[in-house]
């Protein structure tokens, strides 16, 4: 890392080639991941295999008929043989605007999955870079879509750091249920912090990097050369860097902070953002060098 950024202490929070996506080895079966979370006994399972028998079912299809577990600890079981991260106790994740990993297998998830899709397959055109998430309004829900598009890129058991560059207002910590600190905007005035991130212990893979303290000077500490020099140094050490930024009506911080990151993603309101105001934002972002590489319309 380079020492003439006063980063020098995120060599202790960055992760490097150990694993870090908190799964259990393939090929363990499926009762014995089920007993870490459920105290099911000895003749617990020989009742659940006679019961798969004679149901010709399957061994977690059986558990829940015979009400030892429920359906949510088998999906967790099953996330787990298949490296799917999915905390089984969220945490921090437990909120309910965390939908990809509160209710993992429900359909706004899924609608994050498949923006994940549409920004890798946009990539591939082009190189990976970090990702601003963009609207033009305050209340579109910027947050709610960065942080859930961070916790699926997760699930790929992708190493990804979730950014709040929103100095005016900032929204990540609040959305996330954690205590505000000394982060982002700390960072950039120059003062050395010995942890920077936040993480969760259910999502090990997921960073967050809070705005902090927000300054009085939010558009100038982000148009410094300082702030591009730290997108690339989270770049270099994490496989996704997904970024929160101010609303782009009335100020000049959510253009700064694409122009650094060079891709975006535009959110949208369901029935209240006119196409032509996203259009409008796509156009501006576009004479400035940044990619629009996904656009996501809100109703949460």
Not at 152 to 168: I, K
Not at 265 to 286: I, Y
């Amino acid at each position: 890392m380079k020492r003439d950024l006063p980063l020098s202490s995120l060599e202790h929070d960055m992760p490097h080639s150990e694993d870090s996506r908190g799964v259990s080895a393939p090929g363990k079966p499926i009762g014995q991941i089920i007993r870490d979370v459920r105290p099911l006994s000895d003749a617990d399972l020989d009742h659940i295999l006679v019961v798969q028998k004679r149901m010709g079912v399957r061994f977690g299809e059986a558990a829940v008929a015979l009400a030892l577990v429920s359906q949510k600890d088998v999906m967790w079981a099953l996330s787990q043989q298949f490296r799917y991260p999915f905390p089984h106790q969220p945490g921090i994740l437990a909120a309910s605007e965390m939908v990809v990993a509160s209710d993992p297998f429900g359909a706004q998830a899924e609608a994050f999955r498949e923006l994940r899709s549409s920004i890798s397959a946009a990539q591939q055109l082009t190189e990976r870079r970090p990702l601003a998430v963009l609207s033009q309004a305050r209340g579109d829900g910027r947050s709610f879509v960065a942080a859930n598009l961070a916790l699926a890129f997760c699930q790929l058991g992708e190493r990804t750091v979730l950014v709040d560059a929103n100095l005016r207002s900032p929204g990540i910590h609040k959305l996330l249920g954690i205590p505000e600190r000394p982060s982002l905007s700390s960072l950039l005035s120059g003062m050395p912090l010995a942890r920077p991130f936040d993480r969760s212990a259910q999502m090990p893979q997921l960073y967050v990097l809070q705005a902090g303290t927000p300054p009085p000077n939010p558009v100038e500490l982000l148009d410094r050369p300082l702030f591009g020099r730290l997108l690339g140094e989270l770049q270099r050490n994490f496989d996704r860097v997904i970024v929160d930024t101010a609303c782009a009506s009335g100020t000049a911080d959510a253009r700064v902070v694409a122009s650094a990151c060079r891709q975006a993603v535009l959110v949208g309101r369901k029935h209240h953002t006119p196409a032509l105001q996203l259009n409008s934002l796509k156009s501006r972002l576009h004479k400035v060098g940044v990619d629009v590489v996904g656009v996501i319309l809100n109703d949460h």
